[in-house]
């Protein structure tokens, strides 16, 4: 299974919350609350190259393959 690691990227920055992770990235604040609610939803390609650039992370600091 793959999950997302939203949650974890807004918690240790420093602005911390879910307006600001929508602010830097620039998706929408439903999409970002989705992602940060439930890891278990996959972001599309598109998502995923905004919060790298934004963030200055890898594809692996977005999403990770969890054994199940």
């Given at each position: 299974m793959i999950k997302n690691k939203v949650k974890e990227i807004i918690d240790n920055q420093h602005d911390g919350v879910v307006y600001q992770f929508h602010r830097r990235t620039g998706l929408a604040?439903?999409?970002?609350?989705?992602?940060?609610?439930?890891?278990?939803?996959?972001?599309?390609?598109?998502?995923?190259?905004?919060?790298?650039?934004?963030?200055?992370?890898?594809?692996?600091?977005?999403?990770?393959?969890?054994?199940?």
């Amino acid at each position: 299974m793959i999950k997302n690691k939203v949650k974890e990227i807004i918690d240790n920055q420093h602005d911390g919350v879910v307006y600001q992770f929508h602010r830097r990235t620039g998706l929408a604040k439903a999409t970002c609350y989705r992602l940060y609610d439930n890891p278990e939803i996959m972001p599309k390609k598109e998502v995923v190259q905004k919060i790298c650039a934004a963030y200055n992370l890898s594809l692996n600091d977005v999403i990770e393959e969890v054994a199940v």
